[in-house]
């Protein structure tokens, strides 16, 4: 199992983003896509997750901004955010717990990360 993140870059204070996170492979099954985020000198945080029933969880700094959602046919996640703040900047990576292989087996994947920069 592969996943491909895309979508990071500098935007302005306020402006929005949106992060695609696509996984490839052999997947049975997507049980959990999250976002997690990782700001210099800190430790990495769940920003974001969605069950394959489409329950949410979101981070209280994120509540509000912050909208995740996930394309099941074509298992790609995605992470719309807006109202940018500074305190936003980091590290976004994407995560996903899957059942793959043979027999079928739960798994938890990173990809790599994009970077996220709001300033003016």
């Known amino acids: 199992v592969q996943l491909q993140a895309s979508g990071g870059g500098l935007v302005q204070p306020g402006g929005s983003l949106r992060l695609s996170c696509a996984a490839s492979?052999?997947?049975?099954?997507?049980?959990?896509m999250g976002w997690y985020r990782q700001a210099p000198g800190k430790q990495r945080e769940l920003v974001a997750a969605?069950?394959?029933?489409?329950?949410?969880n979101y981070a209280d700094s994120v509540k509000g901004r912050f909208t995740i959602s996930r394309d099941n046919a074509k298992n790609t996640g995605y992470l719309q955010m807006n109202s940018l703040k500074p305190e936003d900047t980091a590290v976004y990576y994407c995560?996903?717990?899957?059942?793959?292989?043979?027999?079928?087996?739960?798994?938890?994947?990173w990809g790599q990360g994009t970077l996220v920069t709001v300033s003016s």
């Open positions: 969605i069950a394959s029933g489409g329950n949410t």
């Open positions: 492979g052999s997947i049975f099954s997507l049980v959990v």
């Open positions: 995560n996903v717990h899957v059942i793959t292989g043979n027999p079928p087996m739960p798994y938890n994947y």
